[in-house]
C-alpha cells in the first residue's frame, strides 16, 4: 500500500526542490513532477516527491483528515 501526504510548500528552493511542511515536520522534497508549483501550494508527497498539486479548498480538507489520523493514532493531543 502507498501513502501519499498532504504538506504545503514552504520554500521553492529550485526547480526541481523545495521545503515542504506536514504540521510541524519540515522537508525537502522533489517537485519534479509539479508544473507552477507556488510557495502556499498543497501537494500529496510520496517518497520524497510531491506527485500532485491539490485545489486549496481539497487541499485543505486532505490536511484536516491527516490530523484527525494522527489524533487517533496518538500522535497529536486531542
Known sequence: MCLAVPHRIEEILDSKRAIAAA?????EVRTDLIDDL???????????????KCEEKDGQEL????EEVLR???????
Open 63 to 66: 490536511e484536516e483528515l491527516w
Open 23 to 27: 504540521g510541524p515536520l519540515r522537508v
Open 38 to 52: 507556488n510557495v502556499g501550494d498543497i501537494v500529496l508527497v510520496h517518497a520524497g516527491f510531491a506527485i500532485e
Open 72 to 78: 487517533l493514532a496518538g500522535k497529536r493531543d486531542a
